[in-house]
């Protein structure tokens, strides 16, 4: 599968901060998706990236793809206690399988 | 509306028992399934995927194996249950009808003691 590096692995925000987390690949992906599990929870989908150099807004997430389609982030505004969790990014792979190859990911914790 | 159903939520097993850990998915025909494992603290290892009944891949050699006797049903197992196999097991669903997107259930914690 595609490998991708999520950084940073963990995070401690302020409530109101803003948070950024990066997910890096050696090669070209074809397209990535993000997930967020809140703790105690089950991973669920945010957001699918396609297109070299797309960003997607939801609410107070940006999220971008990188131009050579090798990262991709996901930026929060104004962090708040409901962001509390864990983002992964995750390359899919169709070929069949239709799988996804989840890296890290970075675990947020937000002080109120 | 499609939904996954995963059980038991929560599982304490001794080494060296048998596990068998079920999923069903409902809503929707002959969907890609997925078994997931997530140690404490980290990021989710695909074990198994299936395309169709009775297709099962690996993808990581060990002491679990998969099956699928039918459509929506794909079950977990163990003959004998190590240590190393605690974790937070998760079922997911995905395919072309689900617009490459996946949905996990609930999961399974299962403690090996």
């Known amino acids: 599968g595609q490998q991708v590096m999520q950084i940073p692995q963990y995070q401690h925000v302020q409530e109101g901060e803003d948070f950024t987390t990066y997910c890096n690949s050696s090669?070209?992906?074809?397209?990535i998706q993000w997930y967020k599990q809140r703790p105690g929870g089950h991973p669920v989908f945010l957001i699918q990236l396609v297109k070299s150099g797309e960003v997607k807004k939801q609410k107070r997430l940006t999220f971008q793809f990188g131009e050579a389609k090798k990262n991709s982030s996901l930026h929060i505004t104004a962090t708040q206690t409901t962001d509390v969790g864990t983002y992964f990014c995750?390359?899919?792979?169709?070929?069949?399988?239709?799988?996804?190859?989840f890296g890290k990911g970075t675990k947020l914790s937000v002080i109120p | 509306s499609q939904t996954i159903h995963q059980w038991p939520a929560t599982l304490v097993q001794p080494v060296g028992s048998p596990l068998s850990l079920e999923c069903t998915v409902e809503?929707?025909?002959?969907?890609?399934l997925y078994w997931y494992r997530q140690a404490a603290g980290r990021g989710l290892q695909l074990l198994f995927y299936s395309v169709g009944i009775g297709q099962i891949s690996s993808e990581v050699p060990q002491n679990l194996s998969a099956s699928r006797p039918q459509d929506r049903q794909f079950i977990l197992s163990s003959k004998k249950l190590l240590l190393s196999d605690s974790g937070f097991y998760l079922c997911a669903w995905g395919g072309a009808l689900a617009k490459n997107i996946q949905y996990f259930g609930a999961g399974t914690r299962l403690s090996v003691l």
């Open positions: 809503g929707t025909s002959n969907p890609n």
């Open positions: 090669t070209t992906l074809s397209n």
């Open positions: 995750a390359p899919f792979r169709r070929a069949g399988s239709y799988q996804l190859t």
